[in-house]
């Protein structure tokens, strides 16, 4: 058994080397070394969808950041749903916009009330969890990135618009990449297109107002693998014997993933004209609750039942509540789960040991072929997968050779 399952994945590593041009022959021979914990995955690596990117961060002569990347059989136009992944991309945007409205007074702690004008849409006008009991496009961020909350996602999506987060996406090279509606309200077509006014305040002060807004463009990819499935249920939740059909939805490669990543973490890696218009302090908000976990936040807070301290950190701990955490290690990333997909989008720091990578992966299961069904194996073959995958690069990390020690200092949040 052992024999046809090294033949078989260094058959998968060849052909996928032909076929992409892109060297998977390492994450493949160092899962190949853990059959134990891969083989359940790798012996049908398309059935689970499966997509690996793994980047090691050296340093040059200047002791900046250099990349190196490895990937298991990566296809950016492999269609998967990214599910919540696509929210890391509006913190980004909106954040972008405040600072591009040059506003006087307007900040992204400004109040945020946010009206209706076309149909489904709805109004917010408070929100309990803020200590201040207001909305606000930063309170919205941190939501997202504690606990990936789609309320303050759709929010983040009114306030930019669908035509600006579309712009952003090709102006920064992201062009595998659409968002094009809200999340988990049955955003489609022609509501998707129409977003809410919106006032901003200090205090009673008005700083900001915005009309709707219509974006009537289609934001067309050439895609393969967007039907799945041999049936899925409807919103009556009758079955439908149809495969079930994803090609009008968000998209969002892994590639595209990993490099908005990188961009973030790392903006000196880059050209000027390539970063992200964001200030000291928007990088700070986003670092600090991107590897913040829901039990040291107060505001908002959380129930640890519901939400305990590694349910966002997918890569390394899986879903597990009783995960031991190893505090001298930050996991800075931003997850996805739906449509038995689990996907995670991540930048390892070790402060101990002086580590730090980027990985990013997407994994699925779907034994009975229905969507919708909420009947997915994400206990028993998705968050082992992504948990045993995150702990073997980290296991490998620990004991590559580096020429000099990273300076990690800009990555010690406050949490308290």
Same mark, same amino acid.
Request: positive net charge; hydrophobic residues 35%; aromatic residues 14%.
């Given at each position: 058994?052992?024999?046809?399952?090294?033949?078989?994945?260094?058959?998968?590593?060849?052909?996928?080397?032909?076929?992409?041009?892109?060297?998977?022959?390492?994450?493949?021979?160092?899962? &190949?070394?853990?059959?134990? %914990?891969?083989?359940?995955? %790798?012996?049908?690596?398309?059935?689970?969808?499966?997509?690996?990117?793994?980047?090691?961060?050296?340093?040059?002569?200047?002791?900046?950041?250099?990349?190196?990347?490895?990937?298991?059989?990566?296809?950016?136009?492999?269609?998967?749903?990214?599910?919540?992944?696509?929210?890391?991309?509006?913190?980004?945007?909106? &954040?972008?916009?405040?600072?591009?409205?040059?506003?006087?007074?307007?900040?992204?702690?400004?109040?945020?009330?946010?009206?209706?004008?076309?149909?489904?849409?709805?109004?917010?006008?408070?929100?309990?969890?803020?200590?201040?009991?207001?909305?606000?496009?930063?309170?919205?961020?941190?939501?997202?990135?504690?606990?990936?909350?789609?309320?303050?996602?759709?929010?983040?999506?009114?306030?930019?618009?669908?035509?600006?987060?579309?712009?952003?996406?090709?102006?920064?090279?992201?062009?595998?990449?659409?968002? %094009?509606?809200?999340?988990?309200?049955?955003?489609?077509?022609?509501?998707?297109?129409?977003?809410?006014?919106?006032?901003?305040?200090?205090?009673?002060?008005?700083?900001?107002?915005?009309?709707?807004?219509?974006?009537?463009?289609?934001?067309?990819?050439?895609?393969?693998?967007?039907?799945?499935?041999?049936?899925? %249920?409807?919103?009556?939740?009758? &079955?439908?014997?149809?495969?079930?059909?994803?090609?009008?939805?968000?998209?969002?490669?892994?590639?595209?993933?990993?490099?908005?990543?990188?961009?973030?973490?790392?903006?000196?890696?880059?050209?000027?004209?390539?970063?992200?218009? &964001?200030?000291?302090?928007?990088?700070?908000?986003?670092?600090?609750?991107?590897?913040?976990?829901?039990?040291?936040?107060?505001?908002?807070?959380?129930?640890?039942?519901?939400?305990?301290?590694?349910?966002?950190?997918?890569?390394?701990?899986?879903?597990?509540?009783?995960?031991?955490?190893?505090?001298?290690?930050?996991?800075?990333?931003?997850?996805?789960?739906?449509?038995?997909?689990?996907?995670?989008?991540?930048?390892?720091?070790?402060?101990?040991?002086?580590?730090?990578?980027?990985?990013?992966?997407?994994?699925?299961?779907?034994?009975?072929?229905?969507?919708?069904?909420?009947?997915?194996?994400?206990?028993?073959?998705?968050?082992?997968?992504?948990?045993?995958?995150?702990?073997?690069?980290?296991?490998?990390?620990?004991?590559?050779?580096?020429?000099?020690?990273?300076?990690?200092?800009?990555?010690?949040?406050?949490?308290?």
């Amino acid at each position: 058994m052992m024999m046809k399952f090294a033949s078989f994945l260094l058959v998968m590593v060849s052909l996928n080397a032909m076929a992409q041009k892109t060297d998977t022959t390492f994450i493949a021979q160092l899962m &190949l070394k853990h059959p134990d %914990l891969f083989a359940g995955v %790798l012996n049908h690596p398309q059935k689970n969808q499966i997509q690996v990117l793994y980047t090691q961060i050296d340093r040059d002569a200047r002791h900046k950041p250099v990349f190196k990347t490895y990937s298991y059989n990566l296809d950016d136009h492999r269609y998967f749903y990214p599910a919540s992944t696509v929210k890391l991309a509006a913190v980004i945007f909106a &954040l972008e916009k405040v600072n591009e409205l040059k506003i006087a007074g307007f900040t992204a702690k400004s109040t945020m009330i946010t009206d209706s004008s076309y149909t489904a849409q709805t109004k917010v006008l408070g929100d309990s969890t803020a200590k201040n009991g207001l909305p606000s496009i930063e309170h919205y961020i941190k939501k997202i990135l504690l606990t990936s909350d789609n309320d303050a996602f759709n929010r983040l999506f009114e306030f930019i618009g669908r035509a600006e987060i579309n712009s952003k996406l090709k102006k920064y090279g992201f062009n595998n990449s659409r968002i %094009l509606n809200r999340l988990a309200i049955g955003d489609a077509g022609e509501t998707a297109k129409h977003t809410n006014p919106i006032k901003f305040y200090n205090g009673d002060k008005l700083v900001y107002s915005q009309a709707e807004q219509y974006d009537p463009k289609e934001y067309v990819l050439s895609l393969t693998n967007t039907v799945m499935g041999t049936g899925y %249920l409807d919103s009556t939740d009758k &079955l439908v014997n149809k495969p079930f059909n994803l090609e009008n939805k968000n998209a969002f490669s892994i590639s595209d993933q990993q490099a908005m990543m990188r961009k973030l973490i790392y903006p000196e890696a880059f050209p000027i004209k390539e970063r992200f218009n &964001l200030t000291p302090a928007d990088y700070k908000l986003i670092y600090t609750y991107m590897s913040k976990l829901p039990t040291e936040s107060d505001y908002p807070a959380y129930d640890p039942k519901e939400f305990w301290p590694t349910y966002a950190k997918m890569l390394y701990y899986g879903r597990d509540k009783d995960a031991q955490i190893d505090s001298n290690i930050r996991i800075f990333n931003k997850y996805g789960d739906s449509y038995g997909f689990i996907i995670d989008n991540s930048y390892f720091v070790d402060f101990k040991n002086n580590i730090e990578f980027f990985l990013t992966a997407v994994v699925q299961s779907n034994e009975d072929g229905i969507f919708n069904d909420n009947k997915y194996e994400y206990d028993t073959v998705c968050f082992p997968f992504m948990k045993n995958l995150g702990r073997t690069i980290y296991a490998h990390e620990l004991e590559r050779k580096r020429k000099s020690v990273p300076d990690l200092k800009k990555f010690r949040m406050k949490y308290n």
